[in-house]
Nanobody, 126 residues
């Protein structure tokens, strides 16, 4: 089984910055898994989950962002370490929510599958 662990959330004032990290790890048997896509979602209190940013290795590392974060957030990856990051600058109160990391992963001998982290809380407040 592959596990995803997020870190980097916290409390920050408007205009501040945070960098979220997400690491994928597996057993020795699953050490050759391949990551097809890496995605960040968020869920604000009382609202549905929202797409934030995605990076696709299969498509040459193409990135995509929800309009509200363009120019402020940057998704990046360290493929050798099976990690994805979300650099968040000029944060706004409306960015508050639980941020989730998701990866589409292929394990040898199995079909590809979506894996999710437990989420990390980001609170933007003065």
């Amino acid at each position: 089984q592959v596990q995803l662990v997020e870190s980097g959330g916290g409390l920050v004032q408007p205009g501040g910055s945070l960098r979220l990290s997400c690491a994928a790890s597996g057993s020795i048997f699953e050490s050759s898994f391949e990551i097809y896509t890496m995605t960040w979602y968020r869920q604000a209190p009382g609202k549905q989950r929202e797409f934030v940013a995605r990076m696709s290795d299969h498509n040459g590392g193409l990135t995509n962002y929800v309009d509200s974060v363009k120019g402020r957030f940057t998704i990046s990856s360290d493929n050798a370490k099976n990690m994805v990051f979300l650099q968040m600058n000029n944060l706004r109160p409306e960015d508050t929510g639980v941020y989730y990391c998701s990866m589409l992963i292929k394990i040898p001998g199995q079909a590809s599958n979506d894996y999710w982290g437990q989420g990390t809380q980001v609170t933007v407040s003065s």
